[in-house]
């Protein structure tokens, strides 16, 4: 088997209402005896975390993220949400830096590292989510890309800290809908770079995945585990990953 836990989780994005978070939860509790085997995670929309964290019994071992958080503690920031308040209401991990939110809502490198170090400064875990876009990889510069994202993304840590961040390789093109899947030999020499040159908690690969294509992308070196969308959404395709992931 695998040296360390697999890593599988989904960001429901901005999806899924109360009930159809609980249902979802459910659906966990109903499989419980799967998730042993594995590092499982679930990331709902900000209005659904602290249902999810109420509905989840704490013997089952699946973590909750956010999909962003602010950097500051507190202030006046309509809108926003700290890090300490996800905390709050039960997310031990805050995904930051998607590529959606970096083509919507402007987040930068910048933004980024800010966001990177108020969370471990708050106790979570930072999923760091990082990828180059079509026109990169054509030129065959994705992995400098790639490592830049990350150096900057980490700035405002100090050095102990690095082993706290888990890292998710997402290539814009291979997220959504409009993607295409990555075949593993395109992303491995950009999942051996992050997992070699920055040694964090992990190195997740997303974009794309599925039940078809999960176990090749896994078993590229320097995956840690991975990091899936849409073909998660539904609870019984999520357990279907975790077995896969097992
Ligand atoms: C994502 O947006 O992080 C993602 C992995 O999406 P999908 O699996 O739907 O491509």
């Not at 509790?29 to 499982?40: E, F, I, K, M, T």
């Not at 958080?69 to 890090?83: C, D, K, L, Q, R």
């Not at 830096?97 to 490198?109: A, N, V």
């Not at 809908?177 to 999942?191: H, K, S, T």
């Amino acid at each position: 088997g695998r040296a360390r836990m697999t890593w599988i989780g989904t960001s429901w994005k901005m999806n899924k209402t109360l009930a159809e978070a609980r249902a979802f939860v459910d659906g966990l509790v109903a499989a419980r005896s799967a998730l042993d085997g594995v590092r499982a995670f679930v990331i709902p929309a900000h209005t659904a975390i602290a249902a999810v964290r109420e509905r989840l019994p704490a013997d089952v071992p699946v973590l909750i993220g956010a999909q962003n958080a602010h950097w500051e503690p507190a202030g006046a920031y309509t809108g926003e949400v700290s890090m300490g308040m996800i905390a709050d209401v039960g997310a031990t991990l805050v995904e930051i830096g998607h590529s959606e939110r970096r083509q919507h809502f402007g987040e930068t490198d910048e933004t980024v590292a800010l966001k990177v170090a108020a969370a471990v400064a708050a106790g979570l875990t930072p999923l760091l989510c990082v990828g180059e876009p079509a026109g990169v990889r054509a030129a065959g510069g994705e992995t400098d890309w790639v490592a830049g994202q990350v150096s900057r993304g980490l700035s405002r840590l100090a050095t102990p800290d690095l082993h706290k961040v888990v890292v998710a390789y997402e290539p814009v093109w291979a997220i959504g809908d409009l993607g295409r899947e990555a075949q593993p030999y395109e992303i491995a020499p950009v999942m051996e770079m992050l997992s070699a040159r920055f040694r964090p908690a992990a190195v997740l690969y997303g974009g794309s995945v599925n039940r078809r294509n999960a176990a090749a992308l896994l078993g590229v070196p320097g995956t840690d585990g991975l990091f899936v969308g849409r073909a998660a959404w539904d609870v019984a395709e999520f357990i279907e990953l975790v077995r896969i992931a097992a």
